[in-house]
């Protein structure tokens, strides 16, 4: 689902706003968002007691060989408060906060990410989600009376012809009452076990075509049917399927409008960055998280020539890289999801997705070479031989996966530059018109300013200052030479590329923040939030010079001439004819 998110000035302070200045407001960032005593004490109790349900009640490892749920799982979920985590007790919910809905589901995903993920639609796209977002109203009663009764639901935005179209191809036709959907929805989660779905439709009328999302209840509607239940390489078990709707009647009240722009409400919208973070980070950094464990269980027991893994370099570098991205991951959500509203760090909300799947991917990958053949091995191979069933192949399969879920990863960098490069083409002139004066924020960082940061991650706050300052001077020269923003748009890698920087800057903001609000931790720990800090931002800075460098004007291939040729009349054998 598109977001439609707030223009310009009027919208909440977000990273945003630092990209669109180049400049930081280090004095916000300082105070890093904590959860309350009691808040952390709720969330600790009740990931303990859903570690131990999963643990006893999921076999992990046959849901992923049958690709089939255990018998009455749904109702149980149901029954324990699963399905409304951040709903209010009124409604039979728990009433938590995003960030312990986040480590619920963070947990249930460390034991079996599909049934994690079952949890994580219901809560971050589902009904129990689109509630807090739906206006007083006939619709808002509809949700909030299927939600007290218990109800499985989810979200389907995806059509067959694709998820970047500008409207979708499922439609809704006026009728007396209410409307008619006609159309299918591809990769739809918890479809096929739905008694509840939404779905994003283009709705035709005489005003012209509009979005619109429809609520449809499946219990014995004619016309609607799962067409198939879809299978994937990662998250076997998750029910996702095909529907078709065939002249499925909607009443009008179960119909939300957007009141004329082609995108799905701006409330709408965020909810689904929101939910992104649920579906797809939750499992993420529940599959980094364990990676970590698996990696000290292995250096642990692995001698080469008389001397313990880890006793070298490669293999320490490999074990300081996965604990800093872990701990990158963990900033990025608690700063997009502690003391904020929905409406609040919508821009961090949306990079952090992408920073949470491509930090797992990186570290199940290297996961896996630090394993070797008893990575690649499956679990049922490993038990046969009697050696230590760890799942690495599973999570292997699982990670690969939530690059693609909630739009592939670079379509959302593509979006999250346009979204840089709107600012710079706003009415107001901040951008291109009034975007002479350079910032000159670029100097160094005193320790008073930077508050808990070592000598070390002052550098590097200070080298993001300037990076911010860089992307804001590139921003300003592309818009000034593109004037028609859909020329530049166009030069999709350039506005790539400025996604992913944007992301990381943001992401090692998050990390800096965090260490200095963490500090030094007394005594002997077992790690330090400044090394941690030290080492990701290293590694982010390199990414980040590479990322810049590649924006450089220089002589490029005809990459059009080159592809289009070859998809035109080329095919694998002419590469090695001659």
Partial sequence: ????????????????????????????????????????????????DTKAYFTQRVDATQVDATRELPAGLLDELQDRGYFRLGIGPELGGLGLSPYNTFRLIG????????????????????????????????????VSRRLAEGTVSGFGDTDRSGQNNARPTLTATPVDGGYLLRGEKLFTGNGPVADLIGVSATVLGDGGPKVGACFVDTRDTPGFRVDTRLDFMGSRGLPNGSLRFDDVFVPTEQVLLDPGRDQLPYRIGLVALLGRIHFTGAPALAIAKRCLDWTREFVARRVIDGRGLGEYDEIQRIVTATLSEVYAMESAVRWSLLDSGLTDRWFERFATKNLLVRGAWRIVDRTMSLYG??????????????????????????????????????????QLGRLLLAEHYDA?????????????????????????????????????????????????????????????????????????????????????????????????????????AD?????????????????QPTTAPDHAKISRRWLDGGGADRLVRH
């Fill in 373 to 414: 053949g008893e990575g690649f091995e499956t679990v049922a191979s490993k038990v046969r031989r009697g050696a230590v069933p760890v799942p690495l192949e599973r999570a292997f399969r699982d990670a690969r996966g939530l690059r693609i879920a909630g739009n592939v990863d670079f379509q959302l960098d593509n």
């Fill in 107 to 142: 947990q249930i995903c460390a034991h079996s990410v599909p049934i994690g993920q079952i949890v994580a639609i219901q809560n971050g796209v589902g009904a129990a989600a689109m509630l807090p977002a739906l206006p007083p109203g006939p619709l808002r009663d509809f």
């Fill in 1 to 48: 689902m598109t977001a439609v998110l707030p223009d310009g000035d009027a919208a909440p302070a977000t990273f945003l706003t630092a990209l669109r200045s180049g400049r930081l407001d280090w004095h916000r960032w300082r105070d890093f968002p904590r959860q309350s005593t009691a808040e952390e004490e709720r969330g600790d109790r009740l990931v303990a």
């Fill in 535 to 551: 080492v990701y931002c290293v590694e982010a800075r390199h990414r980040l010079t590479g990322l810049l460098a590649r924006l």
């Fill in 428 to 532: 107001t002139g901040t951008g291109t018109e009034a975007a002479t004066e350079a910032s000159t924020e670029t100097d160094g960082v005193d320790a008073d300013e930077a508050g808990g940061l070592s000598p070390a991650n002052r550098a590097h706050l200070s080298a993001v200052r300037r990076h911010l300052h860089d992307v804001r001077r590139i921003a300003i020269e592309l818009t000034r030479t593109h004037p028609d923003p859909e020329q530049l748009y166009a030069k999709e890698r350039t506005v790539v590329l400025l996604g992913r920087i944007a992301g990381e800057l943001f992401n090692a903001t998050a990390v800096l923040a965090r260490a200095g609000a963490d500090g030094t931790p007394d005594g002997d720990p077992f790690w330090d939030p400044q090394e941690l």
